[in-house]
């Protein structure tokens, strides 16, 4: 017997990427804010920085690319760091179900409120915005909303786990960025995390047609339909003198004749009578 090696065309195998799993967009995203990060990070550049960060001076002059570009930016490696980690864990599956033409539109309208809200409220005209927060929280709203009672476990200080469902989150992140908001000084556009997760909820219920808007619409409606309201007091009959003047004024020159308020003073003593 002959021992023959066997040689294939084909090339070797790779082992999968750090990207491999994650839909088109979420890992375009990550890789487009990995790389801005590095390249503000390693050649300086302030001016170009300030020129690409949101603020109320820049749409002022006319800079109106700073609403998009803004979220592409960061100001330090931990903001970076958590905001694509949430993005790498919750992104892909929500893609998925929206589709990625939607995803996209989805994270960068959350984006843009987000940004927008934050220069309506910020106290400062020469402040700076910088970073995808807005997009991160309308991504997580947006996951929230396709599964809200989907079990998440978050590590406190890297240390100490706490599971909740996906709506307790959601809401209890919104009920601290809402407390915070009036706190100009912390340095966090919690009006921006507020408006960018706003943004994704509605883009979500507005997609898959939910009926979470009307039901709760419906169920205030029924509220405010159900409470006892005092009765109107019934206005007084019109005087019977004035009902025969101005039936005379119809008999000698026609119902055209009348004026607004003789109309209105007929039409009560019809339904009186």
Known sequence: MIYRPYYSNSAPSRPPGFF?????????????NIAAFLVFLLLRLEGLYTLLALSFAGLKHGMIWQPLTYMFLHGSFAHLFFNMLTLYF??????????????????????LLGGLGWVWLSPQSHALCVGASGAIFGVLAAFATLY????????????????????QLVAGLALIEFLLAGDPSSGIAHTAHLAGAFAGFLYIDQLFESTLLRRLWARARDYVAQRPHAPRPAPPPP?????????????TQGI???TRVERQTLHRASRTM
């Not at 799993?21 to 890789?31: D, E, F, M, T």
């Not at 809200?148 to 709506?167: G, S």
């Not at 005087?239 to 008999?251: C, F, G, M, N, T």
Request: glycine share 4%; with cysteine; proline share 7%.
């Open 148 to 167: 809200p009672r989907r079990q998440l476990t978050l590590l406190i200080f890297f240390i100490f786990p706490v599971t909740m469902m996906a709506w």
């Open 239 to 251: 005087d019977q003198d004035e009902v025969d003047r101005i039936l005379d004024k119809i008999s």
């Open 90 to 111: 919750l992104g892909p599956e929500t893609e998925r179900a929206m589709g990625s033409k939607h995803f996209l539109a989805m994270y960068l309208l959350s984006g």
């Open 20 to 32: 491999a799993h994650l839909p088109p967009v979420c890992a375009w995203i990550i890789k487009a």
């Open 256 to 258: 055209q004749s009348l």
